[in-house]
């Protein structure tokens, strides 16, 4: 009876430790911490439940760590001309962006695509200048973000079972991070010269 206790044991003390090095990838600012991360949860037998639920709480981290800094950039806008200016080109930047996926104002799901198709500082920014407190505008952003995740996850895995190269896998992952956003908005940009 105590041997399989142990045993239980033994297997819940290696995946404690095998999370932590996955959520230190998380934390990276860059986008490379994704498809990093989950291909070494992947190689420690963590569960995907347990690797998104790791990259929650990254994102929660973000926002403590974050906050404070938006909220005192905020506060000097009101004193500093230049970031009283910055502040109304993010105002003006984020109903443009909103106007791309709603067509008015920024509501949540504006909120949560500029997330998704930016970064959660960005959104949480964003939801700010339209408005929303700390607990919503975190909200949207991280719902965004987790939203970025499962693709960048999703696509790893896939990926990674066709190269069967950790590493040959993040850079093709990497790439396309990088490469997709910049081709979607060649292609848009010539659609809208090319209708006007």
């Known amino acids: 009876m105590l041997f399989p206790l142990s045993r239980q044991l033994?297997?819940?003390?290696?995946?404690?430790?095998?999370?932590l090095p996955v959520f230190k990838l998380f934390l990276l600012p860059v986008g490379g911490g994704i498809p990093a991360g989950v291909l070494l949860a992947r190689a420690n037998g963590l569960a995907w439940p347990i690797t998104a639920g790791l990259y929650l709480v990254s994102d929660v981290v973000l926002a403590f760590a974050f906050e404070p800094i938006l909220r005192l950039v905020e506060a000097l806008g009101r004193h500093i001309p230049f970031?009283?200016?910055?502040?109304a080109a993010m105002k003006s930047a984020t109903a443009r962006s909103a106007a791309h996926f709603s067509g008015t104002g920024a509501g949540p799901l504006a909120l949560v695509m500029i997330a998704f198709g930016v970064d959660p500082?960005?959104?949480?920014?964003?939801?700010l200048a339209a408005g929303h407190g700390f607990l919503a505008g975190w909200a949207f952003a991280i719902a965004g973000?987790?939203?970025y995740f499962a693709v960048i996850a999703l696509t790893t895995l896939r990926l990674n079972s066709y190269f069967r190269d950790p590493n040959?896998?993040?850079?093709?992952?990497?790439?396309?991070m990088f490469v997709v956003p910049?081709?979607?908005?060649y292609?848009?940009?010539?659609?809208?010269?090319?209708?006007g």
């Open 121 to 127: 500082m960005t959104g949480r920014a964003s939801a």
């Open 168 to 176: 040959t896998t993040m850079l093709v992952v990497l790439a396309a």
């Open 83 to 87: 970031l009283a200016r910055l502040g």
């Open 10 to 19: 033994h297997g819940l003390a290696q995946s404690t430790s095998g999370m």
């Open 145 to 147: 973000d987790m939203l």
């Open 187 to 195: 292609v848009r940009s010539a659609l809208t010269s090319f209708r």
């Open 182 to 185: 910049m081709l979607v908005r």
